[in-house]
């Protein structure tokens, strides 16, 4: 079992940085062969996979979102975080953190997601 939990602010100024942190209460990021993901949901629309990092600290970004977005960890915390710069309020989504107990750097993108959080509404707003 692997629990995890968002926070962070729930509204964001366009053309600031939105930054979530995701607890991992129990799991270790450092665990081999895990990866450790941001994923978000806009009103209406489909989930989108924004990136990932790896237990051994290996990132790699939807190349969409990739020259906005920063994945970084704590690990004396148990800890991954998301910084999306310059947002606007397309951004506005659900914004889920998740694991995954099966990643191989070499595919990059996640296969899957064994465990999510419960998500966290940001709503970009002036």
């Known amino acids: 079992q692997v629990q995890l939990q968002e926070s962070g602010p729930g509204l964001v100024k366009p053309s600031q940085t939105l930054s979530l942190t995701c607890t991992v209460s129990?799991?270790?990021?450092?665990?081999?062969?895990?990866?450790w993901s941001w994923i978000r949901q806009p009103p209406g629309k489909g989930l989108e996979w924004m990136g990932v990092?790896?237990?051994?600290?290996?990132?790699y970004y939807n190349p969409s979102l990739k020259s906005r977005t920063s994945i970084s960890r704590d690990t004396s915390k148990n800890q991954f975080s998301l910084q999306l710069s310059s947002v606007t309020p397309e951004d506005t989504a659900v914004y889920y953190c998740?694991?995954?107990?099966?990643?191989?750097?070499?595919?990059?993108?996640?296969?899957?997601?064994?465990?999510w959080g419960k998500g966290t509404q940001v709503t970009v707003s002036s």
């Open positions: 998740a694991a995954t107990l099966r990643y191989s750097d070499a595919a990059q993108r996640p296969s899957g997601m064994d465990y």
């Open positions: 129990t799991g270790s990021i450092l665990t081999a062969h895990t990866a």
């Open positions: 990092i790896a237990y051994d600290g290996y990132t």
